[in-house]
């Protein structure tokens, strides 16, 4: 495709090396400071891995991980569902139509996070739902829908018409062809998506932050607590397995996108 | 004489958004077991024709008849029609013996059954030992003939073809066009094939509907269509032909004579038999082909011309010739030795049976 | 109806409708919230319509009721649109020689460097923002590496001030700034590039007058994906900036939590919309005009 050689400066690949070398130096720091044995985190003693057994074995950590996790499956499901559902719908519908509906599914993610914590406490409030893992879950199925949303419209809109036509023309019922052809090429669209929407509900942090209750605190939330009273070595252990978690999972969902990105390409002569 | 498997009355539509109908009010028989082609140029309607055989495409108005029963809006997955996609189409996410048995699955044949016919469809289209590979582990040549022996192993009334072989190479070509009339005469299924390449027509057809802008312009045999065209357009889209713009001079019963503008009073006069409705005075368009033009000595004959290219390949010579009134004659010459140039000057005589007359 | 848009539609009623249900409808319920009146204990007392959440953007009341005007608000979204501008000129200032850089690559190696270049955004915000703190705290990884090289003798002050809050912002924006950019330039036929070579103008220019002009619907989208977000941001001032940079996100915050102010936080979430909808509208136009003028 379009490989601007022409364009090649040093300029450019020093700059994006720096660039590259910025993003990685908290992260990279984070994690080697949290091998650190002194209780005073930046200054540097010995290797040890005694914050992260810490970290294990720490109840409230094990707690909040398990609410996270619970919020994010449950979130992760329902947006997929819905997300799914509605890029099988979106298909047919005209361009005047789709835009509207795709910017109310894209609204989420437009609109600051904080304007959105505030919309959903202000409605949980006035409609009376308790605040808990529940409003939770509801305020992360918001943003997740989105997320599934992208890769699952990316794959459908790749898939070949001609594949569900030579389905029904081999005899397959809607139901079946839905089930036997559609779904399982759409499969990685929708892996994608589900990932992408685990991973975001997984890390969001302002909007559960609102709309939490007591009792319902999540690993974020956590996180942010420690934080507030002060740098300590277990945050920071916390903190670097929390990233190894995202990075193995967004690992996974890039996979999936590029194989869906690699679909789009035209079919030359077989 | 065969029974009619498929029957289109009056049938129309136009897509939404288009200004011109994809179809107008077509009418055609496509017998049992025959070899049945539709062809033109792009946009004529011939893959629309095809797609409403299978069920894809619906009609506005107008009937579709399969095998006697109104088809019109019955979805594909409830005719017993089965089609040869042109990209193929081939389920990505099953193995090939998958991909072959799949309608067998969708029919809820045992699997004993089932497994059965996909090993003899393989063999028929020589696919043996590949019944566990993927599509994207196939050659072109391997896949179309995936794609076939997919939609024969139900063994349906009626196989559609949608420009199957145009994805693969000349030599390919040639050999699946041999292969495919085997198996439409093998198998006794009324094969309905699409194409632009009327080489491909000729050469496989039992009948062929020559199709422009959403209307058919003829339905014939290969013989019927390629010497005797209906019209100027199917002249001009099937083989090789010269054009002669003319004056109709005398009319004898079937038979009529005319002259070729451009000359004056004094140009030949040239015999065409069946004439069809041409009146004296009328002005036609004659049609020969380059093959049916002989050339003869210069001195006496009718017509004559000046030779201004000879282009020679192989088999045979076309003569590129200037008649007197500016207007170009080609003549093929086939099979004769190349006996030194030809003088500058030549006669030509054509057949009257060989030309045709169109009103244009 | 149609058999086809009856079943398009029960398709799409699931995701509609909740997204109807808690997003715009909260969107609106905040509108509304924001004209009444303020609870004795927090929260809002319905049906009391009032524009005082608004008015106290610009006025305060004193003891006596009477009104003068308070500019400590207007020099929060001063210093949140001013951070928010900095850091959309910064992010683009490293994504586009960034980008530039990844469209000479071969398809294989810049997608390996997108996949670096995503990863972060993916990874826990609050842990990204920690990880700085722990940079450039007093006696942090800055501040010892400085010292340690003699550059500076004393500590360096730079954890709780509006520097790195930005350096934050900065940060956690980056990603979205480089992959429109980078998105965008790939759609540039190579072709209009060789042949401005050809013509003989030399790199600068091809940039300015080539490349720039057609990247700008991505430089555009790019832009508008960093400063909307930032205007909004919350965890970098409230982790980095300490209590010197609040900015419009911290201030929200705090009247759901201690001021205990829901019409006025919520007047400022509507005020954080109405930027949201004003640059997007700018865009816009900056779209309109920018295909006026090719014509």
């Given at each position: 495709m379009s490989r601007?050689?022409?364009?090649?400066?040093?300029?450019?690949?020093?700059?994006?090396?720096?660039?590259?070398?910025?993003?990685?130096?908290?992260?990279?720091?984070?994690?080697?400071?949290?091998?650190?044995?002194?209780?005073?985190?930046?200054?540097?003693?010995?290797?040890?891995?005694?914050?992260?057994?810490?970290?294990?074995?720490?109840?409230?950590?094990?707690?909040?991980?398990?609410?996270?996790?619970?919020?994010?499956?449950?979130?992760?499901?329902?947006?997929?569902?819905?997300?799914?559902?509605?890029?099988?719908?979106?298909?047919?519908?005209?361009?005047?139509?789709?835009?509207?509906?795709?910017?109310?599914?894209?609204?989420?993610?437009?609109?600051?996070?904080?304007?959105?914590?505030?919309?959903?406490?202000?409605?949980?409030?006035?409609?009376?739902?308790?605040?808990?893992?529940?409003?939770?879950?509801?305020?992360?199925?918001?943003?997740?829908?989105?997320?599934?949303?992208?890769?699952?419209?990316?794959?459908?809109?790749?898939?070949?018409?001609?594949?569900?036509?030579?389905?029904?023309?081999?005899?397959?019922?809607?139901?079946?062809?839905?089930?036997?052809?559609?779904?399982?090429?759409?499969?990685?669209?929708?892996?994608?998506?589900?990932?992408?929407?685990?991973?975001?509900?997984?890390?969001?942090?302002?909007?559960?932050?609102?709309?939490?209750?007591?009792?319902?605190?999540?690993?974020?939330?956590?996180?942010?607590?420690?934080?507030?009273?002060?740098?300590?070595?277990?945050?920071?252990?916390?903190?670097?397995?929390?990233?190894?978690?995202?990075?193995?999972?967004?690992?996974?969902?890039?996979?999936?996108?590029?194989?869906?990105?690699?679909?789009?390409?035209?079919?030359?002569?077989? | 004489m065969n029974g009619v498997a498929i029957d289109f009355a009056r049938v129309s539509k136009t897509y939404p958004g288009a200004s011109l109908p994809a179809l107008n009010g077509v009418s055609l028989s496509i017998r049992q077991n025959e070899f049945f082609t539709l062809l033109g140029p792009s946009g004529c309607g011939k893959t629309t024709l095809l797609r409403m055989i299978g069920g894809f495409d619906y009609p506005d108005s107008g009937d579709v008849t399969l095998s006697g029963i109104k088809i019109g809006r019955t979805p594909p997955h409830l005719r017993r029609v089965n089609t040869v996609f042109q990209s193929y189409a081939l389920f990505p996410h099953m193995t090939v013996a998958q991909n072959i048995g799949f309608a067998l699955e969708m029919l809820n044949r045992p699997r004993d059954e089932v497994r059965r016919r996909v090993d003899e469809v393989m063999g028929l289209l020589r696919l043996d030992g590949l019944g566990d590979r993927h599509a994207d582990q196939l050659s072109g040549g391997q896949q179309q003939r995936v794609a076939l022996g997919r939609a024969l192993a139900p063994k349906p009334e009626v196989l559609l073809l949608d420009e199957p072989l145009s994805a693969l190479d000349l030599k390919l070509r040639k050999a699946m066009q041999v292969e495919l009339k085997r198996l439409q005469a093998q198998t006794?299924?009324?094969?309905?094939?699409?194409?632009?390449?009327?080489?491909?027509?000729?050469?496989?057809?039992?009948?062929?509907?020559?199709?422009?802008?959403?209307?058919?312009?003829?339905?014939?045999?290969?013989?019927?269509?390629?010497?005797?065209?209906?019209?100027?357009?199917?002249?001009?889209?099937i083989g090789d032909a010269n054009f002669l713009e003319s004056t109709c001079c005398a009319r004898s019963g079937a038979d009529g004579e005319f002259q070729l503008d451009g000359q004056g009073d004094q140009a030949p006069w040239i015999k065409v038999d069946k004439v069809g409705h041409v009146a004296v005075g009328q002005k036609a368009v004659l049609m020969i082909r380059p093959e049916r033009v002989r050339v003869v000595a210069g001195a006496g004959a009718a017509l004559t011309g000046r030779v201004f290219e000879t282009i020679y390949s192989g088999s045979s010579r076309m003569v590129h010739a200037k008649l007197p009134n500016g207007t170009l004659l080609r003549a093929r010459l086939d099979g004769l030795p190349v006996s030194g140039a030809l003088p500058d000057e030549v006669g030509f005589y054509m057949d009257p049976a060989a030309l045709t007359a169109f009103v244009r | 109806m149609n058999e086809q848009r009856l079943r398009n539609l029960t398709l799409l009623s699931p995701a509609v409708l909740f997204l109807a249900a808690f997003i715009l409808a909260p969107l609106l319920l905040m509108l509304y919230v924001s004209v009444l009146e303020r609870g004795p204990f927090g929260g809002v007392v319905w049906g009391s319509h009032t524009g005082i959440a608004y008015q106290k953007l610009l006025y305060e009341r004193d003891l006596l009721g009477r009104l003068s005007f308070n500019s400590d608000y207007i020099a929060i979204f001063a210093r949140s649109c001013r951070l928010a501008a900095m850091t959309t000129l910064i992010t683009f200032l490293i994504a586009l020689p960034t980008a530039l850089y990844m469209s000479t690559l071969s398809r294989k190696q810049a997608a390996w460097i997108l996949f670096l270049v995503t990863i972060p955004f993916w990874t826990n915000l609050l842990v990204r923002n920690f990880a700085w703190i722990l940079i450039l705290r007093g006696g942090g990884v800055l501040d010892t590496f400085m010292q340690w090289t003699g550059w500076v003798t004393q500590p360096l002050d730079i954890l709780y001030t509006p520097l790195a809050t930005g350096i934050g912002l900065t940060y956690s924006f980056l990603p979205f700034m480089i992959l429109p950019i980078y998105v965008a330039l790939e759609r540039i036929d190579p072709s209009v590039i060789e042949a401005a070579f050809d013509l003989g103008a030399n790199r600068l220019r091809v940039l300015q007058r080539v490349v720039l002009p057609l990247a700008m619907p991505g430089i555009i989208g790019g832009a508008i994906l960093v400063f909307v977000p930032c205007l909004g941001a919350y965890v970098s001032p409230e982790l980095l900036g300490g209590g010197k940079s609040l900015m419009i996100g911290n201030l929200v915050q705090a009247q759901f939590g201690a001021s205990r102010n829901w019409p006025f936080g919520a007047a400022l979430g509507i005020v954080l919309v109405l930027a949201l909808l004003l640059v997007i509208a700018m865009a816009a136009l900056a779209n309109q005009h920018k295909k006026r003028v090719s014509r």
């Open positions: 601007h050689k022409l364009l090649s400066s040093r300029i450019n690949a020093t700059v994006a090396a720096l660039a590259i070398l910025f993003l990685y130096l908290p992260i990279v720091t984070l994690v080697v400071l949290s091998f650190n044995d002194n209780d005073l985190t930046t200054i540097w003693t010995t290797v040890s891995v005694k914050w992260y057994l810490a970290v294990l074995q720490n109840g409230d950590i094990l707690r909040a991980t398990k609410n996270s996790l619970m919020v994010a499956c449950a979130a992760t499901f329902f947006a997929t569902c819905m997300a799914t559902l509605a890029a099988l719908g979106m298909v047919r519908i005209s361009r005047g139509p789709r835009v509207l509906l795709e910017g109310l599914l894209g609204l989420p993610l437009l609109v600051p996070e904080i304007v959105t914590a505030v919309a959903l406490l202000i409605l949980f409030v006035l409609i009376g739902f308790p605040l808990g893992l529940t409003s939770v879950t509801v305020a992360h199925t918001v943003f997740c829908i989105p997320f599934a949303y992208y890769p699952i419209k990316s794959r459908l809109a790749a898939l070949d018409q001609s594949l569900l036509e030579a389905a029904s023309d081999l005899y397959a019922s809607p139901r079946r062809r839905f089930f036997r052809v559609e779904l399982p090429l759409l499969s990685s669209g929708i892996c994608a998506g589900a990932l992408l929407a685990f991973i975001s509900s997984l890390g969001d942090f302002v909007i559960t932050y609102f709309v939490a209750g007591p009792g319902a605190t999540t690993l974020p939330i956590y996180i942010f607590s420690l934080i507030r009273l002060g740098v300590t070595p277990e945050v920071n252990a916390l903190s670097a397995i929390f990233l190894f978690a995202s990075i193995v999972m967004i690992s996974i969902a890039f996979v999936l996108l590029q194989s869906i990105s690699e679909q789009k390409k035209p079919k030359g002569a077989a | 006794g299924i009324t094969f309905v094939f699409v194409t632009h390449d009327q080489d491909e027509a000729l050469t496989m057809s039992d009948r062929i509907a020559v199709m422009q802008s959403g209307v058919i312009r003829q339905v014939g045999r290969p013989d019927e269509i390629y010497e005797r065209p209906a019209d100027l357009f199917v002249a001009e889209f | -």
